[in-house]
């Protein structure tokens, strides 16, 4: 009986593990059959990047947007963007580009203090709502990973149970046994940690938008119409939520909680 309980665990191990191998290999096979797409990108980046240093923006952005219209995404191209935007003057559209860049890379350092510099220059201060402390937390350690940040994570730690799940069934010194049965509940509650973070964050990658004011200055109406009365004016650079669309129009709401309808040509989705 206990012969069959090995043999099963290591089927289950060896699946599992080629499972993940074939994961995390997965982009790179799709990334080699684009290869002629990856390298035009790269030279539109290159143009960009020689427009940037010769201040030429306005080609630039460019050159940049047609990276991005072509299906890239990255950090590097979205974070150029918002340089280039940056020294056009254009403050929405350079937060835009750096919100983009930080929704990718949550933890890029040069992304997060452009945007502080950027965000500075905005008019309108507007406090969010105080959080609980324990919710903070939980968003400060939300923050720190992607989505593909944490379905890594979630994966490792998936790696490790099994192979302490196979290092106690199969080691036949104790000390080892006991060492793999605590490794195993360490990456138990990791694994459940890890993959309830990554639950979240699909979930607001989902439903969750969030959009950046483009324009200079924008007139919040209390209700989608334009002879609606005005509730607020909002401007160029500022975060907020979006809750609802009818036709040209949007509801949104702001850090410290008011709400209203804008056009949507005033703002762009991060």
Same mark, same amino acid.
């Given at each position: ?13 060896t ?68 340089? @280039?935007?940056?020294?056009?003057g254009?403050?929405? &559209? !350079? ?6 860049? +930080?929704?990718? *890379?949550? =933890? ?7 945007l ?26 939300? @923050? ?7 379905? &890594? !994570? ?6 490790? +149970?099994?192979? *302490?799940? =196979? ?50 200055a924008?007139?919040?109406?209390? *209700? ?37 309808w804008i ?8």
């Amino acid at each position: 009986m206990l012969e069959y309980m090995k043999k099963s665990l290591s089927v289950v191990m060896t699946g599992a593990l080629l499972a993940v191998v074939i994961f995390i290999l997965a982009p790179n096979i799709s990334a080699a059959s684009e290869t002629m797409s990856k390298s035009d990108a790269e030279e539109l980046m290159s143009r960009g990047n020689q427009y940037y240093q010769d201040k030429q923006y306005d080609k630039a952005i460019d050159a940049y947007q047609q990276v991005v219209n072509s299906g890239y995404e990255g950090v590097s191209v979205y974070y150029n963007l918002g340089d @280039a935007f940056y020294r056009e003057g254009k403050l929405g &559209y !350079a937060i835009l580009y750096y919100e983009k860049a +930080l929704r990718i *890379s949550p =933890g890029d350092d040069d992304v997060i203090h452009n945007l502080k510099i950027a965000n500075a220059r905005t008019i309108d201060k507007i406090d969010a709502l105080p959080k609980f402390f324990v919710f903070q937390w939980w968003e400060d350690i939300l @923050a720190l990973f992607s989505v593909t940040g944490w379905t &890594y !994570a979630s994966y490792l730690f998936y790696i490790l +149970l099994l192979l *302490s799940i =196979g290092f106690y069934f199969f080691a036949r010194r104790p000390g080892i046994q006991r060492y793999s049965l605590y490794l195993g509940l360490v990456s138990f509650v990791l694994l459940v940690v890890a993959a309830s973070l990554l639950t979240v964050k699909l979930n607001r990658e989902a439903n969750v938008r969030s959009a950046i004011v483009i324009e200079q200055a924008a007139t919040v109406k209390l *209700s989608p119409d334009p002879t609606s009365n005005d509730a607020f004016i909002i401007h160029e650079g500022l975060k907020v939520r979006e809750l609802n669309q009818i036709g040209d129009w949007v509801e949104i709401r702001l850090q410290d909680g008011k709400e209203g309808w804008i056009q949507q040509s005033d703002i762009a989705t991060i």
